[in-house]
């Protein structure tokens, strides 16, 4: 597998409070991904970014902010967590934006 | 908005039954990846499809792309318990900058 490395692998919190999950790669892709999964979605791209500090939005990108200081680490941040973004979130990484993406073993995120 | 749909969302098969799962899109793919994905665990790359009718085999799996390049299935013959899990097409849709992933078929399979 992959160099990927996603943290924490689980965590709960409560209604309103900041979450900031990492993800760490050890194979210096340019493509680092973040995605949420939930029953009935499939996989659902949130935040992406394509280089140190270039990133853009995905399609369920309200509410989550990114931030990529450097190549291996790619961090999603919930501002004012709330119950609807409990979910299992997945990194990715890929060479090239047409190229295989390897995922991370999933966080899986409970807001109550 | 761009989708790439995949059905059926659920398959339950006796073991030893074929098994097929399609994928769709409204507009022309650049390529077309699979994935798989066991219960638990993390979606894994199984191949990408690039031309036109493309046809690549793995063992029991096999994989087409439509010749208009907007379909997508992925055979399974003769399945085995290890088949089961959730298979996901994702399509690169052409002069867009994302893989966009189908809903994905869950397997079981009755041993």
């Known amino acids: 597998d992959a160099g990927i490395t996603q943290s924490p692998r689980h965590k709960v919190t409560e209604t309103g409070t900041p979450v900031t999950l990492r993800c760490h790669q050890t194979?210096?892709?340019?493509?680092m991904y973040w995605y949420r999964q939930d029953p009935g979605h499939g996989l659902r791209l949130i935040h992406y970014?394509?280089?140190?500090?270039?990133?853009d939005k995905g399609e369920v990108s309200d509410g989550y902010s990114v931030s990529r200081s450097k190549t291996e680490d790619f961090l999603l941040t919930l501002e004012s967590a709330t119950s609807s973004q409990t979910s299992v979130y997945f990194c990715?990484?890929?060479?090239?934006?047409?190229?295989?993406?390897?995922f991370g073993d999933g966080t899986r995120l409970s807001i109550l | 908005g761009q989708q790439v749909m995949q059905i059926p969302q659920y398959q339950h098969v006796q073991e030893g039954e074929d098994f097929t799962t399609y994928c769709n899109s409204s507009?022309?793919?650049?390529?077309i990846q699979w994935y798989k994905q066991r219960p638990g665990g993390h979606p894994v790359f199984l191949i990408q499809l690039v031309k036109s009718g493309e046809v690549k085999k793995q063992k029991r799996l096999t994989f087409q792309f439509g010749e208009a390049k907007k379909n997508s299935s992925l055979h399974i013959t003769a399945t085995q318990t290890t088949d089961v899990g959730t298979y996901f097409c994702?399509?690169?849709?052409?002069?867009?900058?994302?893989?966009?992933f189908g809903q994905g078929t869950r397997l079981t399979i009755n041993p």
């Open positions: 994702a399509g690169y849709i052409q002069g867009a900058q994302k893989l966009v």
């Open positions: 507009t022309t793919l650049s390529n």
């Open positions: 194979e210096n892709h340019r493509y």
């Open positions: 990715a990484i890929s060479e090239g934006s047409r190229q295989p993406q390897h």
């Open positions: 970014s394509y280089g140190v500090k270039d990133t």
